[in-house]
């Protein structure tokens, strides 16, 4: 089973859960940026499950074939949020705010590999 890092707590319980119901069967988590993961399905690694944190990375493995025809369910979704320090002494109430001259820096994901940091590059374009 493949899933984004940020699902690690999640599946972490799902494999032990699905363990517990079938005594035979080992669960192995491999976890990992959601561009990492799909290098790896498309070069050929052998996942049964794999849970991606954007759509557009199952589309892309959809028609490309590498998800079985009637199997893909998508069971959740994303929601951007912008996370300040207790100790910030000026107000961001929205993006526009983050134009004040007292930021200097922001701290975004990966755009290339993962997916909240191509989210967030979309929205700063």
Excluded: C, W
């Excluded at 759509?55 to 959809?62: P, R």
């Excluded at 893909?72 to 000026?90: A, D, E, G, H, Y």
Aim: hydrophobic share 40%; charged share 20%.
């Amino acid at each position: 089973m493949s899933a984004a890092t940020s699902l690690k707590n999640a599946f972490e319980e799902i494999g032990e859960l699905h363990e517990s119901q079938n005594n035979n069967l080992k669960v192995t988590l491999n976890l990992g940026a959601s561009g990492d993961l799909i290098t790896q399905i498309t070069g050929s690694a052998e996942v049964d499950v794999f849970a991606s944190t954007a759509l557009k990375d199952m589309d892309d493995l959809d028609k490309s074939g590498f998800v079985v025809t009637g199997k893909r369910t998508n069971f959740m979704s994303n929601s951007m949020v912008l996370i300040v320090p207790l100790s910030t002494k000026f107000t961001i109430a929205s993006l526009e705010d983050l134009k004040q001259a007292v930021i200097r820096k922001i701290a975004i994901e990966n755009p290339k590999t993962v997916p909240v940091g191509r989210y967030t590059d979309e929205t700063f374009q």
